[in-house]
């Protein structure tokens, strides 16, 4: 158990490293002049040579790769991400108010996907090919089919412009967050409810169920025993595979619905080339999900012992 | 006793099983012999009301069969049981499904009858044999003790060895616990040697069902004639008559 804790610990940690010198190299390779792009992004002014100049020495792209590369990792370690190139700020605090937009956007969708899906594929599975079951079939195709910005959009024309029931832009309240949330979470709800009904009717078959079937073992128990477990694993490994969208997804919606939150952040950041924000959301993003993958390998484990076994 | 009468089963337009009817005693053995497609595991699951039949009916003492919760021991030892779980969780589920307390030692007893060492229930199936796996399926089977056990060529996925010694095992338990048990298998040798009764299926249909001595020594249609021949050109079972 320990040496298992431990190379899945030494695997996020290669994950972790790995992304922080490929972010950091490919930012330090991209076209166009960085010095340039912080000082206008900064003055906001067409400028002299002597300016940009000015501002490679105290940004300090005037190093070579690997000094700057460590002038970087060291305060990182202690979880220090530096100041802004472009605003002089300290990342930490703008870094964790766009968290604090993001975040719980994200968890709601993940909710609604669940409380959507789960229900739907249980209801669906209890006769399979019922019109029930194809309702939720056809739903969740036509759900994972239609790209978020899209249904943002139409979100927004109906709830917004022709009820006036939401708010369509900005993030003051919580009302303001309802369709975001929803434009994610139906997304979400789709691909779950396909990939759990599948789930469900493949662990139904599993061929040790007639051996039990007559035994007094009530539906209710082959379930929750047999079948639930069984369905689980492919439906772990999807739900942390949504979130991968969730975070893709967020940045479309977030500009959408002009909420402030780490896809805006990573926006402006990107255009401004604004290296420590950019570096502190990859990475940020990396670590979610090794943390993320981390806890789904431990939940493979406790639902098939056979697996992460050395001899299995 | 188990009764089957003038069961039918289709499936679609195809019918897969054609007025069945026969009865098995308390503590006796039947033998259902027939090649791949002849109906064997639909005969099976009819039993255990697994599916529903189109007509006809089967019964356990009058009642249906379910209600005296028929075991099964399956083709395949090791699909037999849930992957992620201990044999031994695996073995009391209908124990602890059925609420029953079990008389003290019953565990062990039937263990030692089955020749299995007690510390390999804590092991999953992937980590004991075939054989191993097969007896826990058994054991398993048993360990509620049904009135009626199910056997679902309980010998073919084992080798040689294995089969004889199993197969023993299996009458030595019956005998001690008076189960009725329905074998399939396509062994005329087996089935001979342990049922009490043959019952050949063919397409569906019981082609012949006679006492195991009886039909060894004279097989009435040319159908149970043929198999019977060949059984013994095989070595599968001893020349009679």
């Not at chain 2, 005329?188 to 397409?203: E, F, M, P, R, T």
């Amino acid at each position: 158990m320990i040496k298992t804790a431990g190379g899945l610990l030494l695997r996020a940690l290669v994950v972790l490293s790995g992304t922080a010198i490929l972010t950091f190299a490919l930012l330090w390779n991209a076209p166009g002049d960085p010095a340039q792009a912080i000082a206008m992004a900064r003055f906001d002014a067409l400028l002299t040579d002597e300016v940009i100049d000015q501002v490679r020495a105290e940004v300090g792209l005037d190093r070579s790769f690997w000094q700057a590369f460590w002038a970087w990792l060291g305060p990182l370690l202690t979880l220090d991400f530096g100041n802004s190139a472009v605003t002089g700020r300290p990342v930490w605090p703008d870094l964790w108010a766009s968290i604090s937009y993001t975040f719980p956007l994200a968890f709601a969708a993940l909710g609604i996907g669940l409380i959507i899906s789960v229900p739907l594929a249980i209801l669906a599975t209890k006769r399979p090919g019922s019109l029930l079951d194809r309702f939720a079939v056809g739903l969740a195709s036509i759900g994972n089919a239609i790209p978020a910005y899209w249904l943002g959009l139409i979100l927004i024309l109906i709830f917004a412009v022709k009820l006036a029931w939401l708010p369509a832009l900005g993030a003051s309240t919580p009302a303001h967050a309802i369709l975001p949330a929803l434009t994610l979470g139906l997304g979400v709800a789709a691909s779950l409810t396909r990939i759990i009904r599948s789930g469900i009717l493949e662990a139904r078959g599993q061929p040790f169920l007639p051996a039990i079937r007559r035994r007094g073992v009530s539906d209710r128990s082959v379930g929750r025993d047999h079948v639930a477990p069984h369905a689980a694993i492919p439906v772990v490994t999807v739900f942390g595979l949504e979130l991968a969208f969730l975070l893709e997804g967020l940045v479309l919606v977030e500009v959408i619905f002009g909420r402030p939150g780490l896809g805006t952040f990573l926006v402006q950041a990107i255009l401004s080339r604004d290296f420590s924000h950019v570096q502190a959301v990859v990475v940020l993003t990396a670590l979610v999900f090794v943390v993320v993958n981390l806890v789904i390998d431990l939940i493979y484990r406790v639902i098939d012992p056979r697996i992460g076994e050395s001899n299995a | 006793m188990l009764t089957v009468s003038d069961l039918v089963v289709k499936r679609g337009p195809r019918v897969t099983l054609a007025d069945i009817s026969f009865t098995l005693p308390a503590g006796k053995t039947l033998a259902v012999v027939g090649e791949s497609g002849a109906g064997k595991s639909t005969l099976i699951a009819a039993i255990l009301g697994l599916l529903r039949p189109s007509s006809g009916e089967v019964t356990w003492d009058g009642a249906p069969t379910r209600d005296a919760r028929p075991a099964l021991v399956m083709q395949e030892p090791r699909a037999a049981f849930n992957p992620t779980m201990s044999l031994r969780r695996s073995i009391m589920e209908p124990v602890v499904a059925q609420n029953i307390s079990l008389a003290g030692g019953r565990l062990e007893r039937l263990c030692a009858g089955l020749e299995l060492p007690l510390d390999l229930l804590d092991r999953r199936p992937d980590q004991v044999s075939i054989g191993q796996a097969q007896r826990a399926g058994i054991l398993r089977a048993l360990i509620a003790s049904p009135p009626l056990v199910l056997f679902d060529e309980p010998l073919s996925a084992l080798d040689a060895v294995t089969q004889k010694h199993t197969a023993r095992l299996i009458a030595e338990l019956q005998a001690e616990e008076g189960f009725a048990a329905l074998i399939v298998t396509h062994d005329l040798g087996y089935a001979v040697a342990h049922g009490d009764q043959i019952a050949v299926l063919k397409s569906g249909r019981i082609e012949e069902i006679a006492d195991a001595q009886d039909f060894a020594l004279n097989p009435r249609s040319d159908y149970c004639r043929t198999l019977r021949d060949a059984a013994i050109a095989l070595g599968a079972l001893e020349a009679v008559a």
